[in-house]
């Protein structure tokens, strides 16, 4: 599930775009006069949420959890690296 989304955001394209008449808060669908979707602007938050949860179900991450899992220690000092707090 995980290879076509992040290939998907690889190809991406940026557009600038320099205000908006509203907050950008959340999840926002752009769509044309028949409802169709055109674009979806996702907030920062939302955006960090969502590449935290493909990333949780790539099978890389999931094989270290289990490696983990079976050794039966980790120690705190690896889970703050790996978390990024220190």
Do not use: Y
């Not at 959340?26 to 590449?51: F, Q, Y």
């Amino acid at each position: 599930m995980a290879e076509p989304v992040l290939k998907t955001l690889a190809e991406e394209k940026v557009v600038v775009i320099k205000s908006f008449p509203f907050p950008i808060k959340g999840i926002i669908r752009l769509v044309d006069k028949k409802g169709r979707t055109l674009g979806i602007i996702l907030d920062k938050r939302t955006l960090d949420e969502i590449e935290e949860d493909i990333e949780a179900t790539s099978p890389e991450f999931l094989n270290f959890l289990q490696k983990s899992r079976k050794s039966g220690r980790v120690s705190g000092k690896s889970v703050k690296r790996k978390a990024g707090l220190k």
